[in-house]
């Protein structure tokens, strides 16, 4: 066995994964930072992180009857005469 190529190997395989490590913990921290950031503005807009699913379901219920009624206020008789 040649141990000088083994250990030239293992030196390599140490140095791809402490990058590795760096980059994992470059892109944690972003990612941290993205999450308060997104807290922030959550609590700008008075909305707690954990009902934010209830508020997505309740703003998409206000579009789509704001929709309909929209389509309901068009004057379908006029728009059907082309």
């Known amino acids: 066995m040649d141990y000088e190529k083994e250990l030239n190997v293992l030196k390599e395989n140490l140095d791809k994964a402490k990058s590795l490590k760096y980059r994992a913990e470059a892109r ?3 990612l941290k930072k993205q999450e308060e950031d997104i ?3 959550l609590n700008t807009l008075n909305v707690k992180p954990e ?4 508020e997505i379901n309740r703003l998409t219920a206000s579009i789509d009857q704001l929709f ?3 389509n309901e206020l068009l004057p379908k008789d006029l728009l059907e005469k082309k």
């Open 39 to 41: 807290i922030k503005e």
């Open 68 to 70: 309909k009624e929209a």
């Open 51 to 54: 009902d934010l699913e209830q």
């Open 28 to 30: 944690l921290e972003q």
